[in-house]
């Protein structure tokens, strides 16, 4: 089991940026992948990005390509997500999440994190 704790989340205007961190900790080697989903009220969980601990390969939402950037830094177990340009659609919740392998859908995941809210206002 890996415990996952978000944070970085705020209140920000539209055109902001905002770094999300997620601290992995606990059997990490047992979850090769991380992703960071969102979701807002009224909505389902959807998709953000993943990256795999060892090589780095990622996958983006279609909705966040070219703003979001998630990234890893191995020596501290901890995931980042940077998201730049960030719009009112933005909005939600946004939870870090660890699996065996790279997905974008959410049921593959295995451990979350308690989540960390963004809101953007126009």
């Known amino acids: 089991q890996v415990q996952l704790v978000e944070s970085g989340g705020g209140l920000v205007q539209a055109g902001d940026s905002l770094r999300l961190s997620c601290a992995a900790s606990g059997r990490t080697f047992s979850r090769p992948v991380m992703g960071w989903f969102r979701q807002a009220p009224g909505k389902e969980r959807e998709f953000v990005a993943a990256?795999?601990?060892?090589?780095?390969?990622?996958d983006y939402a279609g909705s966040v390509k070219g703003r979001f950037t998630i990234s890893r830094d191995n020596a501290k177990n901890t995931v980042y997500l940077q998201m730049n340009n960030l719009k009112p659609e933005d909005t939600a919740d946004y939870y870090c999440a660890a699996g065996t392998r790279l997905s974008d859908y959410w049921p593959t995941y295995n451990d979350w994190g308690q989540g960390t809210q963004v809101t953007v206002s126009s």
């Open positions: 990256i795999r601990w060892i090589v780095g390969s990622t």
